[in-house]
Structure formats: C-alpha cells, structure tokens
C-alpha cells in the first residue's frame, strides 16, 4: 500500500506540473496553442484517413483532447485516493479525515472507476500511436519520449526557459508534501 500512496504522489505532481506548463510551458505544450475547437477537430477527424496530412507541432487536434482528457481522468483519480478509505478503514487517503467513512468509501469506488476509465483511454492512446506509426508512418512515440520531431518545414517553435521547468517542478514538489501531510503539520 506504501507503494500505491506514493505512485499517487508522483502522478499528482506530474498533473500538477503538466497544468503549470500548459500555461507557463513551451510553445507546443501551452494549451492555448494545441487546443481547438469542436469544427477544427471534425475536420481532423475527417482528414485521419488520408497517408498524408499537414504537421502540426505539439498534438494534433483529436490528440489534444486525448491529453485534457487523460489529465483529468489523472486528476480525479488521485483526488479521489486522497480521501478514499478502504473498507476496514485502515488505509486512508491524507484527506479522509475531512470526510465520513461512507464518503471516503464512495470516494475508493470512484478512485477504482476512475482507473478502469484511464486503462480504456491509454488503450484507445496506444491503438493511435499504432495507427500513425503503421498508417501515417509517424514514430510520435520516439517525439513523446525525446521532445523531438522531424519536420520538413521548420514549425518555428519558441521554447520556455529551463528556470520555469525549474519553478514548475519545485512547485509541484511542494505541493505534494503538503497534501501528503493532509496539509497538517
């Protein structure tokens, strides 16, 4: 269970962390620059099957709501954990103190549900990465991993400075300790 608390931890400061950026972040990773509207993603959804399509830096605008939905899938799985009691009630989350047992029960079912939700929607991530791989002969794999992608057009990308990273991780970090003490001290 030790292990289960503090892989929550770390997914908490990697949602946190991720929010931060997509606002303080690079070019490419800033909300505002990958997020479209529900036309300009039709209209990407329409254009998939085609072998050739234009290239965009970042995420594409299908992918772009993949990302808001895994961060909040993220973000309500490691809310609820943090007030979730098992059914003994002697592993809680650091804010089941705020609640009754029959909330921090439901908040475990929701913490579970929530997780079934997140392995269908990396399922349904992965099988898009396949199909770009396989079908567009795009490795958006090795961009994820290294931050790096080949364009034929240079993008003219502005990147953010690595003191932001820095403050964003620092941040988080602190964030994390706080919730992890249920903010008592």
Known sequence: MSLHRWSGYFVLG?????????FAGSQSARFASFIKGPRTTLAYVRSIAGRTSSEVAGHNPLGA?????????????????????DVDGLESG?????????VGRTAARLHHLTFVALQMLVALHLAALAFYFIHKRQNLIGAMITGRRHFEADPQLTFAPAWRAVA??????????LVSHGFRF
């Open 14 to 22: 990697l949602v946190v962390f991720r929010l931060y950026w997509g």
């Open 65 to 85: 709501w993949s990302v808001l939905a895994l961060l909040a899938l993220l973000a309500a799985q490691v809310g609820f954990g943090l007030f979730a009691v």
């Open 94 to 102: 650091p804010f089941s103190y705020l609640v009754e047992f029959d």
């Open 168 to 177: 964003g991780l620092v941040a988080a970090a602190m964030l994390v300790w």
